[in-house]
């Protein structure tokens, strides 16, 4: 829900489609060529999805949003990491490490400008310290009324 209410307020395309949408100059024309060399030797999957994705926005496939901001890829590994810190400070931080990773993957993989990343760790902890007090409430809410019925 976070990212589809800020995808659409707002709206912009990742590195891997500046140019496609016709913005000059493009500041990664550089990054996406280093890429594609770096696909004639390993496949990189991140490029097909990509190709997949403008397909979808143009018209050519099935419909699909091509937004960056936020990231819901970091967004979904913040979240686990906040989620793994309270089994263990262990594995939040096997997590963090992860969410790091992640967000460097972006950037590299030209899915994400590293503003989107950044706007979505406040919005991910905001939402994940929403939803622990809707959930407090919620269990003390329906504690009271079971209480009171017996």
Do not use: K
Request: aromatic residues 10%; charged residues 10%; glycine residues 10%.
């Amino acid at each position: 829900m976070e990212g589809n209410i800020l995808a659409l307020l707002l709206s912009s395309a990742g590195p891997c489609f500046y140019g496609l949408i016709g913005l000059e100059p493009n500041p990664y024309l550089g990054l996406m060529a280093s890429l594609r060399e770096a696909d004639a030797t390993a496949p990189i999957y991140a490029l097909r999805a990509q190709g997949l994705l403008w397909s979808g926005h143009i018209g050519e496939s099935a419909p699909v949003g091509i937004s960056a901001m936020p990231s819901l890829h970091n967004g979904v590994a913040i979240l686990m990491a906040l989620a793994a810190s309270q089994l263990g400070p262990r594995l939040g931080l096997v997590f963090a490490a992860y969410a790091v990773w992640i967000f460097l993957g972006s950037i590299s993989l030209a899915w994400h400008y590293a503003v989107d990343g950044l706007v979505a760790l406040p919005a991910t902890v905001a939402l994940w310290m929403l939803a622990g007090r809707l959930a407090r409430w919620w269990h003390q809410t329906r504690e009271a009324i079971c209480t009171t019925r017996v």
